[in-house]
């Protein structure tokens, strides 16, 4: 079944948006980098890796169905991070925000009555609940921690031993 309308525009729509959540990790990264912290940084060019292939799976779903992938504009991520739980309070943003257009796109496919789309759909439905699960899990931890360096340099050890999607 060719994906055609309003579903293509809206899967276009997503895959621009797993882009920008790459970007937006890609710049986490850099600032958990400036804080000299490399295994939280490593963690989140590792989460940027991983909304690349999810932007990928959109791309292949389209072609795979005769449509043509198209890369919207993306802004610059905007955050203001000056410490690691404002780093992992921008993550869980981004990732509610990206669970709700997951949720909005398998709605629009429901109305569509686009049944191919389904099972991809459930399958990012989810990868969203692990993801906000992930790092409201990591933001629990740093609430604990609270300002304690080891704490925080146990937890920086701890996420640098996370593999890149591929790996």
Known sequence: MELTGKLAE??????????????????????MDVMSLSGIAGWFRAQAAEEIVHAEKFMTHMTDRDAHPTIGEQPAPQMNVKTVA?????????????????????????TEGDIDSIPMLNWFIEEQVEEEATVSEILDR???????????????RELGTRQSAGE
């Open 10 to 31: 809206a899967f276009n729509t997503q895959l621009t948006l797993e882009l920008t959540a790459a970007t937006v990790y890609r710049q986490l990264a850099v600032e």
């Open 86 to 110: 404002d780093a992992f309070a921008v993550s869980l943003a981004h990732e509610r925000k990206v669970s709700e257009a997951i949720r909005e796109l398998y709605r629009l496919a429901q």
């Open 142 to 156: 740093l609430k604990l921690v609270g300002d304690d360096g080891s704490g925080i340099l146990r937890l920086d």
